[in-house]
Nanobody, 116 residues
Framework: QVQLVESGGGLVQPGGSLRLSCAAS????????MGWYRQAPGKQRELVAD???????NYADSVKGRFTISRDNAKNTVYLQMNSLKPEDTAVYYC??????????WGQGTQVTVSS
């Protein structure tokens, strides 16, 4: 069974940066759309960014210009570079590998806390 392993979360001051990584463990076949979601306390889970198999990207308005999603297909890994972090970015971040009409995979979540 494929598992997604996340890393890179932590505590950072406002204006700081973090890079999240999410890699598939074991063997994974084919290529997936990859995405990052987040869920803040008391809020619904929301899409932060995703990246298609073509490399095309999409971002939530709240993170445009600050976050960058990228992928390394050889490593089955998706990254989220987060710059100019704000307290409003505090949330648990989840990665997702998705392919239409197939079971999608989710990471277990990594905590990002932006606070002074």
């Amino acid at each position: 069974q494929v598992q997604l392993v996340e890393s890179g979360g932590g505590l950072v001051q406002p204006g700081g940066s973090l890079r999240l990584s999410c890699a598939a463990s074991g063997t994974i076949f084919g290529i997936y759309t990859m995405g990052w979601y987040r869920q803040a306390p008391g809020k619904q889970r929301e899409l932060v960014a995703d990246i298609m198999t073509t490399g095309s990207t999409n971002y939530a308005d709240s993170v445009k210009g600050r976050f960058t999603i990228s992928r390394d297909n050889a490593k089955n890994t998706v990254y989220l570079q987060m710059n100019s972090l704000k307290p409003e970015d505090t949330a648990v971040y989840y990665c997702q590998f998705y392919r239409f009409n197939e079971h999608d995979y989710w990471g277990q979540g990594t905590q990002v806390t932006v606070s002074s």
